[in-house]
């Protein structure tokens, strides 16, 4: 019988070395018993080694995690920057910082750029004068934006006309800064007429150093008319709708105002207007038209009598209006622009002709103006401007007031 010794007391076997040979086999008879973790026994630098490697690791994972969100946050940083500035740019009076190239080179620096302003559908003084169905460009914004630019902005100004006129303030205040700007910067303004320009469109351009026509544009409309106001006799009824308003005159009501004050209900269509009345109203008139035919008289070099008796208040074809000396030619676009960077003193080859662009959806949601400063709402989407301001008669073509003064 073999017998079995006490693993209490039996010597112990020799651990192995890491680096030896296969390990031993126990005696027959000993149940082996589960050897405790073995770790290398590497010379005295490996467990530095090993710690400073996790060490560094961990270092370079965390530091490239930072710089990565330092990276993006940059760009985060530089794309709401540069939105904000343009929010600011949109929300004062503006600079040229973000353009749209109408037509040329979109590499272009300022120096070769003319800068171009659109002056579209009804001219309104402000952006508070009311809502038009139609595009609308308020006066005396453009005129801040002229003000509001330097001689190295750009290589001067083109005003792209397209309006049936407008207010009298509104296309003065524009005509105005014209003036100034060119008086200020020593740069030209050139004016191409792009279908219409009529009555305040007309006043706004007459000061520029060039106009120029499209082809089948029409011009002039040098006069000024204040109304409606309408006279209804023996009404017995009125009548309408959302759409339209309608008036039986076939006598027994009529309708009259209380006021305090000479004139106060000057306009009333229940009565007549007294002959007071429309002398003072057409002293004003005169007053108006007079300035208008003088601003035109000037900047055109055209006789004040020839205004007032041969041009009168029509509206001419490109042809007549080159005859009458409203403008100086006409030209398609691209003529016409290429001419516009001569006269700006630039090779048509390597300029360009720019305007402001509309705010982006990206500015819009962080605080820009839903409007291009100047214009209604995205004046780009509206309908092109035509020479009907209201539906029915009379059609002006300039007046003084809101566009619900006149339309109703």
């Known amino acids: 019988m073999t017998s079995t010794p006490d693993p209490s007391t039996a010597p112990a076997a020799p651990r192995p070395h890491a680096d030896s040979g296969p390990r031993p086999q126990p005696p027959a008879g000993i149940v082996p ?38 990276v993006i946050g940059s760009i985060i940083s530089a794309l709401v920057f540069g939105a904000l500035t343009s929010v600011a740019a949109q929300s004062s009076t503006p600079r040229i910082a973000a353009l749209e190239t109408v037509w040329g080179a979109d590499t272009a620096p300022a120096a070769q750029t003319v800068l171009a302003i659109p002056i579209v559908g ?66 030209k303004v050139a004016a191409f007429v792009m279908g219409l320009s009529a009555s305040g469109g007309m006043y706004a351009m007459a000061g520029a150093d060039r106009i120029i026509a499209d082809h089948g544009s029409l011009i002039g409309s040098i006069g000024v008319i204040f109304g409606p106001f309408v006279r209804y006799r023996d009404v017995v009824a009125t ?121 982006s959806a990206w500015e819009e949601w962080l605080g820009a103006s839903a409007r291009l400063y100047g214009y209604q709402r995205q004046v780009q989407d509206a309908p092109r401007a035509t020479s009907v301001i209201c539906q029915g008669a009379p059609q002006p073509l300039l007046w003084h007031g809101t566009v619900a003064g006149v339309c109703g």
């Open 33 to 70: 018993q589960p050897a405790p973790p073995v770790f290398a026994a590497a010379p005295s630098e490996r467990p530095f080694r090993r710690g400073f490697g996790l060490g560094a690791g961990a270092g370079l994972g965390l530091g490239g995690m930072l710089l990565v969100l330092s």
């Open 122 to 187: 009804v001219i309104q003084a402000e952006s508070e004068d009311g809502f038009a169905l139609t595009a609308s460009t308020y006066g005396y914004e453009i005129a801040r934006t002229l003000d509001g630019l330097k001689a190295e902005d750009a290589a001067g100004v083109a005003l792209l006309m397209d309006t049936p006129g407008g207010t009298i303030n509104g296309s003065r205040a524009i005509a105005d800064a014209v003036e100034r700007y060119q008086s200020r910067t020593g740069k």
């Open 239 to 359: 009548s309408g709708n959302l759409l339209e308003s309608g008036v039986t005159t076939t006598g027994g009501i009529t309708q009259e105002y209380l006021t305090q004050g000479k004139g106060k209900d000057f306009g009333d269509p229940f009565r007549d207007m007294s002959a007071e009345e429309r002398r003072i109203m057409t002293a004003g008139m005169a007053n108006e038209y007079a300035a208008f035919v003088s601003w035109v008289s000037k900047a055109r070099g055209i006789p004040e009598q020839t205004i007032r008796d041969d041009i009168g208040a029509y509206i001419y074809d490109g042809n007549t209006a080159i005859a009458k000396k409203l403008i100086d030619a006409q030209l398609g676009p691209d003529e016409a622009f290429r001419d516009i960077a001569q006269l700006m003193g630039l090779d048509p080859n390597t300029a360009r002709l720019a305007k402001r662009r509309a705010p």
